[in-house]
């Protein structure tokens, strides 16, 4: 077996066992990743834009965290890097002021480890607001 198919038989896995998405939403997320759509980048789907930055992008979650989030997006650069620490200046600079600004919306900054990122090579947080009562 390819280390390929173990990886995303694993991704499944996780997907499915564990997940802050509702049963609906993780279903749809699993045929995706069956499809092997992983390999196109789904944040940079223009469509779901919400925000755009100079060096940044809020976008749609278009699998959200709804089992706990009333609103789910995705924080992003425009370019494709993997790790914060090849950030340039002005992209973590930039970073920082939207955290600081443009935060009031949401509850919660999510960010996956390694063991956990479905898309590892385009770093990104997810940004959710608790469901309000």
């Not at 198919?5 to 998405?21: A, F, G, H, P």
């Not at 699993?30 to 940044?56: A, M, P, Q, S, T």
């Not at 706990?68 to 924080?75: F, K, P, Q, V």
């Not at 919660?108 to 607001?129: C, G, Q, W, Y």
Request: glycine share 0%; hydrophobic share 30%; proline share 2%.
């Amino acid at each position: 077996m390819s280390t390929q198919k173990i990886q995303k038989d694993e991704l499944l896995k996780k997907v499915k066992k564990v997940t802050l998405r509702s049963e609906e939403t993780a279903e749809r997320y699993v045929e995706f990743l069956e499809k092997g759509e992983k390999l196109n980048c789904i944040y940079c789907d223009r469509e779901l834009f919400v925000k755009k930055f100079k060096h940044w992008v809020i976008s749609e979650n278009r699998f959200p965290y709804d089992k706990i989030s009333e609103l789910s997006h995705i924080l992003y650069p425009k370019r494709h890097i993997a790790e914060e620490e090849n950030f340039t200046d002005d992209e973590r600079e930039e970073l920082l002021k939207i955290k600081k600004e443009e935060m009031q919306d949401y509850d919660l900054i999510l960010e996956s480890t390694a063991n956990s990122k479905s898309r590892p090579d385009h770093f990104h947080l997810h940004l959710l607001r608790y469901y309000r009562k």
